[in-house]
């Protein structure tokens, strides 16, 4: 028989800033990819806008004024929009939802900790928990909460950049202008929306089924590199 070899999670660093970047390494790692992919977007963005803009003959804007603009407005919340949904959706329907042998779902037949009524005399419950009642109520349901928030949030602030690039257009080919509501009813605020909606759904629908038959060891969104196909959960 081949002897086991023991092995044990890397230790953290020691130093205070050195276990503050351990331990968030992840949100600052992707925040950071967030930071300069933003920054990239609004320069091309910027100088793209700008060709617009000259051939419609109007006038180009500064850097300044184009991080305020419509078009600006529009290119980043439009994506927001569909990545709040995505996650919202997400969190919803893998509450009652299944998909068998899938790393991304619950077990089968099987209730998980997440499932269990939390317990107010824990010594470690977040404040909410021990206060109960309406607080409770909400506080059980705030990650999804949020994430519609931050959609329609995101939904609006697009439809509010959309509507002043549409109008510039407009404007530029004599034809009448609308205000945002106007503008969401237009099949373009629904074009931009749904190409982007559909885009998350299908990612969703890639990690839940690829992660069956794929593993990638090491990551908490795979299954064990030797777990049966069939075996549904982390």
Do not use: C
Request: hydrophobic residues 40%; without cysteine.
């Amino acid at each position: 028989m081949t002897p086991q070899i023991a092995t044990s999670p890397p230790a953290a660093p020691a130093s205070s800033l050195k276990r503050f970047l351990y331990e968030n390494s992840l949100s600052l790692t992707v925040t950071t990819l967030i930071v300069l992919t933003l920054v990239g977007q609004t320069l091309t963005g910027w100088h793209e806008y700008n060709e617009e803009l000259k051939d419609l003959r109007l006038n180009a804007l500064t850097l300044g004024q184009y991080i305020t603009s419509g078009h600006w407005l529009e290119a980043t919340f439009e994506n927001w929009e569909s990545e709040f949904l995505q996650m919202a959706l997400y969190v919803v329907l893998t509450v009652k939802l299944r998909q068998k042998g899938s790393a991304e779902s619950k077990k089968i037949d099987e209730e998980e900790d997440v499932d269990r009524e939390p317990d107010p005399n824990k010594p470690d419950a977040p404040a909410p928990v021990k206060r109960g009642g309406w607080v409770l109520a909400l506080y059980r349901r705030s990650l999804s909460i949020a994430f519609f928030s931050l959609f329609l949030t995101s939904m609006f602030l697009h439809a509010l950049g959309g509507a002043e690039v549409y109008n510039i257009e407009q404007q530029a080919h004599g034809k009448q202008t609308v205000d945002v509501w106007g503008y969401m009813a237009t099949g373009r605020f629904w074009f931009e929306s749904m190409q982007n909606w559909q885009s998350e759904f299908m990612s969703i629908v890639a990690i839940v089924v690829l992660s069956i038959w794929l593993r990638q060891h090491g990551s908490p969104e795979s299954k064990p590199v030797d777990a049966s196909h069939s075996e549904t959960g982390k």
